[in-house]
């Protein structure tokens, strides 16, 4: 068991051995004593600290957290030892202890803008050294370009927003494909010193004086160019910053909601009086929370990194945001598959219900509860409405659904006949009949008028499984049915001699003869008008259909259709697509 300091490197932070650490120290002293102020000592150790928290960084990966001896030694290996630049040793010790000079002759290059080299941005220069051409010919493509739609001055404007300028030493060695050891870090600081020098001593003022008004100018203009895209970029992150936290406080907000912390209490009641199972709710309420809130926080977090120009970055905050995030993940599966396999098979009960004979030869259908009746109710404290369609009684914990629907059929015999089906879901065919035995649903007749609830009745304990009511009420040839009003709210799609629509058919009576139902004398012939050229609608086997005017082909069930109009009537053709 070893005892391990942390440093800091190059600005980077490092678990190392005690043993590595001193290593690693009287290496760096040696080469600080070897340098004087006069050689750029300090900055000659700032780019070596950098490289050597880079090779550190690429050894231990996500793999290892400590720095080793071993791995001092490979990076000092790999930089050169400081005896070697300064000639202490003989060619013996050389070729004992710089091994590296044979393994590592050339380095990695690196896309890098050259501002030592240039003449806008650098660009040219270091895509030229990346590539290994004389800068010149790429100077000459992008003038050359600059007439063809201004192309070349927006690829170049890309590139120079898009690849780093090479600030460092270590960064111009990797962008000239040179080791970044001791030996070429000297020389290239000791070269910068010269050309420092040379500058002052105007040695070379008078050759480059007018590349540099025009660098100086482009580059003023390209940094102009950058500052307003930063700018931009900046702005548009802080408004999806913005966005996201509201988004974020209304995801809070709804599962407070869906819990009954704030809000409408009846909302929990709700869900788990209809469909879910208390530990249901409180798992699918973390579900949610988790699979989209942890997300939304990761990318606040990132721009906010983004605009604060934060470098460091929380491993910890990673792996728990990973973890919190597979949790969620794994909850909403399991909630998903265990509701998916209350829905698995499906049943359905067919009951004949008995009712009494009209008087008259017409039977007259009409609705039960009315909306204003539940209004009432609504407002007297026995009703909350939920949504369209769902509501629960308060008193009593039931809910009641409007899935029922109501068709008119002929009859084989003289008599008025009544259908009941029931059908329902679940996890197996004894629980999907029971679902579907379960619900009540309520029928009232007085003479010749049946009297139909809007909606059906979930019991106290029972969850919605897909059950739906539906209504056959079969009459005889020669017998007439009345539609009350507001029936259109259960019938659905019943046939008729003149594809009326059912919300039309509400208000008349309809008579059933060997050809369907006919409203006799109710003049509802002509339900499809065509005049000119207005785009109209035409009803084929009880489905509506578009027809916009100067097309004669349509769409419709996977089926091409032709319709022809002229003075010989109306032919419609109907192929299948190829």
Known sequence: MNKTVTVNIGGM???????????????????????????????????????????????????RQVVTSDDVEQVINAMG??????????????ESSGAWSSSETRGYRKLYRDPDDKVVGGVCSGISHYVGID??????????????????????????????????TS?????????????NIKKTIEDEVEDIKSRISGKESARKSGRSAIANFFEAIGAIIVAAIKFFVGFIGVIISIVLIAVLFALFVTMLAMTGVIGDTNIPIFLTQSFLEPWQVSMGTVALGLVIGIPLIVIIYRIARSLFKIKTESRLFNYACGILWGIGV???LWIGFDIAREFRVKDQDRVNVPIAQPSSDTIHLAILNPYEERDERYNSGNWTIMSDGWSINSSQDTVRIEEVELDVQRADGDQFELVKITSGRGPNRKEADDNSRGVSYEIVQDDSVLRFARDYILPKNSKFRGQKVQLILKVPVGKSVFLGENTEDIIYDIKNVTNTWDRDMVGHTWTMTNRGLECIGCNLENNTIIHGNEDVQVRVNGKDVDIKSGNDTINWD?????????????VIDAKEKK
């Not at 050689?39 to 550190?56: K, P, W, Y």
């Not at 030892?81 to 060619?91: F, H, L, N, S, Y």
């Open 135 to 168: 800068p010149i010919w790429l100077r000459l493509i992008f003038a050359g370009a600059f007439f063809v739609w201004g192309s070349g001055f927006l690829l170049y404007l890309l590139l120079l927003i898009i690849i780093p300028k090479a600030k460092t």
């Open 13 to 63: 932070v490092f678990h190392i051995e005690e043993q590595a650490y001193d290593q690693l120290k009287k290496y760096l002293e040696a080469i600080r004593g070897y340098f004087t102020t006069s050689d750029g000592r300090d900055e000659i150790i700032q780019d070596i600290e950098s490289r050597i928290a880079e090779m550190f960084s690429e050894r231990i990966g996500n793999h």
């Open 171 to 183: 960064e111009k060695l990797e962008m000239k494909g040179q080791p970044v050891n001791i030996d």
């Open 558 to 570: 996977n089926k091409d259709v032709r319709i022809k109009i002229d003075g010989d009537g109306v």
């Open 81 to 94: 030892r400081p005896e070697q630049v300064a000639g202490a040793d003989d060619d013996k010790d050389k």
């Open 330 to 332: 794994i909850f909403a």
